[in-house]
């Protein structure tokens, strides 16, 4: 059967054969843009008029994803991922521009997304004293210098039009060399994000399983790493190709790969309250006191300052969540009232707000929410589900 035809007799859109893979760089170029762009519009949904620093940066990487993908497919229209020894010679040059701009935007939304964990994690450490906010800040600085560097790393002494060229040694020479540092700087700054989690977490009181769950939450990037090592694994395979357009598929379907999977794990903190309230048990306990969803009888509370929580009274009835417990304190009680807190009218009927200051207690707290309170500020949201 003509591989240009399928089954039915109708034409392929791109058909795959020994010497043609665009079609798998097709299909992965696009499904790694809808899914992060899913994750994308949930992540939007839940903080929706509550965006803060973090979401900015997202947004932008989003920006850089969707034209990263164009690029690709521009690329594509000219054959990219077809051996070079049947495409024309002038196709080389817009598939090497292409591919060139592609890899440089996915560097960039890498980085935002790097510094959007980053911010998150800013935003939990707080006034916290200590070093951790010095070396957060510090972390995101490099991050962002890495996104920069690496561009200028792969730009300097490359020809744009000769990437994928038969002579592209000789125009873009030690390009292995430049993706093994940028490799090694990436896969550097995501392990020290991950020991920056781990020592937040286990530096505050709270259980073993919620520091856990923190650390879980964060841990999604960790296949990041896997992922940068297997694209400079086969990225280093084209230079050196008798056909490059053809030999350079495999590390961009390892970039496609990595920038939907970076977008989808820096949303990841945020989306803990969005599965709650389908209560669907994926190991967390998602149908906790902390929900701000499907609830007639709410109370909104924040943290008390300089007090130990206390049991709670009668009005928490066998109707409360039995899978994690939170205890607050009688409104009766003589602390002193802070400002009241704005909060969205539109998320829950019937709910009233008690709002005290926010005290030494910031951290832990959002610690537990691990980015997902909907007030996008330090503020907890305690939510108390009365009989």
């Given at each position: 059967m003509d591989p240009e035809t399928s089954n039915d007799g109708l034409p392929r859109f791109s058909p795959v054969a020994f010497n043609d893979h665009a079609g798998q760089l097709w299909i992965v170029t696009i499904l790694s843009l809808i899914y992060s762009s899913l994750v994308a519009t949930a992540r939007a949904y839940i903080k929706y008029?509550?965006?803060?620093?973090?979401?900015?940066?997202?947004?932008?990487?989003?920006?850089?994803?969707?034209?990263?993908?164009?690029a690709i497919c521009v690329g594509l229209n000219n054959g990219l991922g077809k051996f070079n020894s049947i495409t024309p010679t002038e196709q080389w040059a817009t598939s090497s521009k292409s591919t060139l701009a592609a890899v440089i935007l996915c560097?960039?939304?890498?980085?935002?997304?790097?510094?959007?964990?980053?911010?998150?994690?800013?935003?939990?450490?707080?006034?916290r004293p200590g070093k951790s906010k010095p070396f957060c800040i510090g972390l995101m600085v490099l991050s962002a210098a890495w996104g920069v560097g690496s561009c200028v790393a792969?730009?300097?002494?490359?020809?744009?039009?000769?990437?994928?060229?038969?002579?592209?040694?000789?125009?873009?020479?030690?390009?292995d060399t430049r993706w093994a540092v940028i490799?090694?700087?990436?896969?550097?700054?995501?392990?020290?994000?991950?020991?920056?989690?781990?020592?937040?977490?286990?530096?505050?009181?709270?259980?073993?399983?919620?520091?856990?769950?923190?650390v879980i939450?964060?841990?999604?990037?960790?296949?990041?790493?896997?992922?940068?090592?297997?694209?400079?694994?086969?990225?280093?395979?084209?230079?050196?190709?008798?056909?490059?357009?053809?030999?350079?598929?495999?590390?961009?379907?390892?970039?496609?790969?990595?920038?939907?999977?970076?977008?989808?794990?820096?949303?990841?903190?945020?989306?803990?309250?969005?599965?709650?309230?389908?209560?669907i048990g994926m190991g967390f306990p998602l149908a906790s006191n902390l929900t701000t969803y499907g609830s007639s009888n709410v109370y909104a509370l924040q943290s008390l300052q300089n007090h130990r929580p206390k049991a709670t009274s009668s009005v928490a009835a066998a109707t409360a969540v039995?899978?994690?417990?939170?205890?607050?304190?009688?409104?009766?009680?003589?602390?002193?009232?802070?400002?009241?807190?704005?909060?969205r009218l539109d998320q829950v009927s019937n709910q009233t707000t008690a709002a005290h200051y926010y005290g030494s207690n910031d951290e832990e707290n959002l610690l537990e929410e691990v980015g997902g309170s909907r007030t996008g500020s330090q503020d907890m949201i305690i939510n108390k589900e009365v009989a």
């Amino acid at each position: 059967m003509d591989p240009e035809t399928s089954n039915d007799g109708l034409p392929r859109f791109s058909p795959v054969a020994f010497n043609d893979h665009a079609g798998q760089l097709w299909i992965v170029t696009i499904l790694s843009l809808i899914y992060s762009s899913l994750v994308a519009t949930a992540r939007a949904y839940i903080k929706y008029q509550m965006f803060g620093f973090d979401d900015i940066l997202i947004a932008l990487a989003m920006v850089l994803h969707l034209a990263q993908s164009i690029a690709i497919c521009v690329g594509l229209n000219n054959g990219l991922g077809k051996f070079n020894s049947i495409t024309p010679t002038e196709q080389w040059a817009t598939s090497s521009k292409s591919t060139l701009a592609a890899v440089i935007l996915c560097l960039l939304a890498l980085s935002l997304a790097k510094c959007s964990v980053l911010a998150l994690i800013l935003r939990i450490i707080g006034s916290r004293p200590g070093k951790s906010k010095p070396f957060c800040i510090g972390l995101m600085v490099l991050s962002a210098a890495w996104g920069v560097g690496s561009c200028v790393a792969f730009l300097v002494n490359c020809r744009a039009d000769a990437l994928l060229a038969l002579t592209n040694v000789t125009q873009c020479p030690n390009q292995d060399t430049r993706w093994a540092v940028i490799t090694a700087i990436d896969i550097f700054t995501e392990f020290l994000t991950w020991l920056l989690v781990v020592q937040l977490s286990w530096t505050v009181s709270m259980s073993f399983t919620r520091k856990c769950q923190v650390v879980i939450a964060f841990s999604f990037r960790m296949p990041l790493i896997a992922l940068s090592a297997a694209h400079l694994a086969y990225f280093g395979k084209y230079p050196g190709s008798a056909e490059p357009q053809f030999a350079v598929t495999n590390s961009l379907l390892f970039q496609q790969a990595m920038i939907a999977w970076s977008l989808v794990s820096a949303t990841v903190p945020n989306l803990r309250n969005f599965l709650k309230s389908f209560s669907i048990g994926m190991g967390f306990p998602l149908a906790s006191n902390l929900t701000t969803y499907g609830s007639s009888n709410v109370y909104a509370l924040q943290s008390l300052q300089n007090h130990r929580p206390k049991a709670t009274s009668s009005v928490a009835a066998a109707t409360a969540v039995a899978s994690t417990s939170v205890s607050v304190h009688n409104h009766s009680e003589s602390e002193p009232c802070g400002r009241p807190h704005n909060w969205r009218l539109d998320q829950v009927s019937n709910q009233t707000t008690a709002a005290h200051y926010y005290g030494s207690n910031d951290e832990e707290n959002l610690l537990e929410e691990v980015g997902g309170s909907r007030t996008g500020s330090q503020d907890m949201i305690i939510n108390k589900e009365v009989a």
